[in-house]
C-alpha cells in the first residue's frame, strides 16, 4: 500500500504545480492586455514624428468656353462680338497664330555686304534681269529675283536664272497666319443653345461653335 500511496501524492504535488503556473500564465497575459498601448512602444518613439495621412488634393478642371469663329479677318469677329454683347452674353475676341501658307524666295547669295550685291544688281538689271536689294532678315544683303507662292513657280525662275549664267537657289520662307475667335465668358455659357446658333450663323455663314478650354478671365 506504501508505494500505492507514494504515487497518489507525487500525482497531487504534480496536478497542484500544474495548476499554479497555469494561473500564472494566463495572469501575465490579462495584465499585458490590459497595458495602454504607449506603454509597449519602444524607447524614443515619443519623439518621432508622426505624419498625417492626407489625401491628395486634386486639381480643379480648367473652365471650358464656348467659341466662335473661326474668322479670317478681325472686323467680323469684332461684329460678333457687339451681336452678343448686345444681348448680354459677355464675350472678347481672342486672336491666334497658325502656321500660314510658305512662300518660296528665289535669292542670289552674296559675299562682301550691300556694296557687292548693289553692283550685282547693277549688272543684274543692265541685263534686264528683274532684281531687288534685301534689307533685313537673315538674308540681308542679298539679291532677290521675287517671291513665289508656290515651289514649282520658284523652281521654273531658278532654272531661267541658271540657263542665263547666273547661280540662285529656292529658299523656303514659313509665315504665320492670324485667325480671330469670339470667345465667351463661362458665366454666359448657359445662354448659348442652338436657336442662338441659328440665328447667328444667318448673318455669319462661315461660324462655327466649338468647346475650348478658356484662353483667359474675361474682365481682368
Not at 199 to 206: A, G, H, I, K, S
Request: hydrophobic residues 45%; contains cysteine; charged residues 25%.
Amino acid at each position: 500500500m506504501k508505494p500505492v500511496f507514494l504515487c497518489l501524492l507525487l500525482l497531487n504535488l504534480l496536478y497542484g504545480l500544474w495548476q499554479l503556473q497555469d494561473r500564472s500564465a494566463e495572469r501575465a497575459l490579462r495584465e499585458a492586455a490590459d497595458q495602454p498601448l504607449e506603454d509597449g512602444l519602444p524607447a524614443g518613439s515619443a519623439d518621432t514624428e508622426v505624419i498625417p495621412l492626407v489625401p491628395p488634393v486634386r486639381e480643379a478642371a480648367a473652365p471650358l468656353c464656348v467659341y466662335f469663329g473661326i474668322f479670317d479677318r478681325a472686323v467680323r469677329a469684332e461684329q460678333l462680338l457687339q451681336r452678343l454683347l448686345a444681348l448680354g452674353i459677355q464675350s472678347t475676341v481672342v486672336e491666334r497664330e497658325i502656321p500660314g501658307q510658305p512662300h518660296f524666295w528665289v535669292v542670289m547669295d552674296v559675299e562682301g555686304g550691300r556694296r557687292e550685291a548693289l553692283a550685282q544688281i547693277t549688272i543684274l538689271q543692265d541685263r534686264d534681269v528683274d532684281s531687288y536689294l534685301i534689307t533685313e532678315g537673315p538674308l540681308a544683303d542679298d539679291v532677290s529675283f521675287g517671291i513665289f507662292d508656290s515651289e514649282d513657280e520658284a523652281e521654273n525662275r531658278l532654272g531661267e536664272l541658271e540657263g542665263a549664267g547666273f547661280s540662285a537657289r529656292v529658299q523656303r520662307v514659313e509665315n504665320m497666319d492670324t485667325e480671330y475667335l469670339v470667345q465667351v465668358d463661362p458665366s454666359a455659357r448657359r445662354l448659348v443653345d442652338q436657336a442662338l446658333l441659328s440665328r447667328l450663323q444667318m448673318d455669319f455663314p462661315e461660324l462655327q461653335q466649338q468647346y475650348q478650354v478658356c484662353a483667359e478671365d474675361i474682365g481682368e
